[in-house]
């Protein structure tokens, strides 16, 4: 689905909630390995800030939590912890 229009929009969120839809905005599902930008705080995860990168380690539940790590410049680990999907999004990797 091309979003050319705010019923495009409206439509594309409202196949996110039916999960048809696995990452609003990028069209694609999380995997393993990909990386994420934290889009929402976890109370689980009080050292994550809104805006963090991270690597997702593990998929649970088909894709509904992840097991998320992010890594300090100097490679060592700022937090890991567990997102629900609403609380991640899926990014292209600054590798890439």
Do not use: Y
């Not at 069209?27 to 689980?44: A, G, P, Q, T």
């Not at 539940?61 to 790590?69: L, Q, Y």
């Amino acid at each position: 689905m091309r979003i050319t229009s705010n019923d495009a929009f409206q439509e594309l969120k409202l196949k996110e909630q039916r999960n048809e839809a696995l990452c609003l905005g990028c069209f694609k599902s999380i995997k393993v390995h990909d990386v994420i930008k934290v889009i929402s705080e976890n109370s689980e995860v009080p050292e994550a800030e809104v805006g963090d990168l991270g690597a997702v380690v593990i998929v649970h539940n088909n894709g509904e939590t992840f097991e998320v790590e992010c890594a300090q410049e100097n490679g060592h680990t700022k937090w890991l912890g567990t997102f629900i999907k609403e609380q991640i999004k899926w990014v292209q990797s600054p590798t890439s």
